[in-house]
Antibody
């Protein structure tokens, strides 16, 4: 069974840091690009970042560029999101999602598998 | 930046047809994907490449895309279809290519 399991969420103060992890199983992890998508309480979906299957190409939303870093360890089938300089507006459920292709830059790419999400709350 | 506009809500009686639109500049030239999200759950892909259905998604779900509007159609609506629906595209029109989600539509089954 294809599965994504996020962890690492929690309460952090403004300006603090947090690292999210996403453990993948049931598919050849290195053969697919991966992404993080977030959803603020009561709001819609917002794409955050994506990484190619090899890890050699990364992309970020303008709202997190320079503060967040996406990475992956294909030997551990795990995706990461390092979040620094956190702000109140980063408060959201963060979903790990599998893309349908190995590359990120493709119009036909869809988020075909999603994890259950991990909550990040930025508050003093 | 590329914007996808959806109606905030759509109401439909059981057994009828729901149509959810997604408006964007020349969206017909892009591949549109649709997601269903039930309360407290993660999104689920229901339509990809404008009109294809992943395995396990009922044939009642269909999609189309032309001009400035993409449409998700749910035929013979059931109570279990009540959810939020989001369209999504890849936007390569700027210096910072990115994935874009629509504003979301809440489908209520009367």
């Amino acid at each position: 069974e294809v599965q994504l399991l996020e962890s690492g969420g929690g309460l952090v103060q403004p300006g603090g840091s947090l690292r999210l992890s996403c453990a993948a199983s049931g598919f050849t992890f290195s053969s697919y690009a991966m992404s993080w998508v977030r959803q603020a309480p009561g709001k819609g979906l917002e794409w955050v970042s994506a990484i190619s299957g090899s890890g050699g190409s990364t992309y970020y939303a303008d709202s997190v560029k320079g503060r967040f870093t996406i990475s992956r360890d294909n030997s551990k089938n795990t995706l990461y999101l390092q979040m620094n300089s956190l702000r109140a507006e980063d408060t959201a459920v963060y979903y790990c999602a599998k893309l349908s292709l190995v590359v990120v830059v493709a119009a036909i790419n869809a988020f075909d598998i999603w994890g259950q999400g991990t909550m990040v709350t930025v508050s003093s | 930046s590329y914007v996808l506009t959806q109606p905030p809500s759509v109401s439909v009686a059981p057994g009828k047809t729901a149509r959810i639109t997604c408006g964007g500049n020349n969206i017909g030239s892009k591949s549109v994907h649709w997601y269903q999200q039930k309360p407290g759950q993660a999104p689920v892909l229901v339509i990809y490449y404008d009109s294809d259905r992943p395995s396990g998604i009922p044939e009642r779900f269909s999609g189309s895309n032309s001009g400035n509007t993409a449409t998700l159609t749910i035929s013979r609506v059931e109570a279990g279809d009540e959810a939020d629906y989001y369209c999504q595209v890849w936007d390569s029109s700027s210096d910072h290519p990115r994935y874009v989600f629509g504003t979301g539509t809440k489908v209520t089954v009367l």
